[in-house]
């Protein structure tokens, strides 16, 4: 994989999950920033299960990237949701999944630019979006920039806080890690999963946006790869019927 660091050895933090998202932003940041300007900030913080935080180890291990963990598991007590306990999965009336975690994000990237300005870094990159989401508040791109205000503010620090996926569907988050080659290293290795199950369950809200994105990217690439097949199939024919 080739490290074009335009980012002259600026270096980054990576909130990272292990998932779709995260992970997809984690290899655009290699690339802009170089493994070695480069880590990870994983929360523990009681999801109901663990192969997430298995799957985030895995990959930072495989790509050479250091990480850091934190624990927050005591928050469990703040929120009743179905993310950090086994309720079944619902969506209520205002068509938000009942996964959300209040305050989520807030505390990642609270905990993430403490950790950031401890290690003199600036650019913390987070893989929220509010195109293809649930409907969590703390997605959506007016909370994030006043976050960033915010955090710089309360430590009289400049940080950036990128997010590479804000305005992408998650068909485009697709296409973006096949631009990165890692379109097949996603797939095999990311977690998405509400249930846990290795691969997905295929049934809950997020397996459900992880496939319908993949699929529509798929049927897209396969189409734009027909369009030029025959595209160049009817300038060999014009060519020889000319010649």
């Not at 909130?15 to 932003?25: A, E, K, M, R, V």
């Not at 199950?197 to 049934?203: P, Q, R």
């Not at 459900?208 to 160049?232: M, W």
């Amino acid at each position: 994989m080739q490290l074009f660091n335009p980012n002259h050895d600026r270096k980054a933090v990576v909130i990272f999950s292990g998932g779709q998202d995260s992970t997809t932003c984690l290899i655009q940041a290699i690339q802009q920033y170089g493994k070695q300007n480069l880590e990870t900030i994983t929360f523990k913080y009681g999801q109901r299960h663990a192969i997430e935080l298995d799957k985030a180890q895995w990959i930072c291990q495989d790509l050479g990237i250091k990480q850091t963990l934190i624990d927050m598991e005591s928050t469990q007590i703040f929120s009743a949701n179905a993310m950090m306990s086994d309720s079944p999965i619902k969506t209520g009336n205002n068509g938000v999944p009942n996964t959300l975690v209040d305050g989520r994000n807030a505390l990642f990237l609270l905990y993430a630019a403490i950790y950031a300005k401890g290690q003199g870094i600036t650019d913390i990159i987070t893989g929220v979006c509010e195109t293809d989401f649930s409907g969590y508040p703390d997605c959506r791109d007016i909370f994030i920039k006043s976050m960033n205000v915010t955090l710089n503010l309360a430590m009289d620090y400049n940080f950036r806080i990128i997010t590479p996926l804000m305005y992408l569907t998650k068909a485009q988050t697709w296409q973006l890690a096949d631009e990165l080659d890692a379109l097949d290293y996603v797939q095999q290795h990311s977690h998405t999963c509400y249930l846990g199950i290795d691969g997905g369950c295929g049934e809950c809200p997020s397996c459900q946006l992880r496939n319908k994105g993949l699929n529509e990217y798929l049927a897209l690439k396969s189409a734009v790869k027909n369009a030029n097949e025959i595209g160049r199939n009817n300038s060999v024919n014009s060519t020889s019927i000319g010649g």
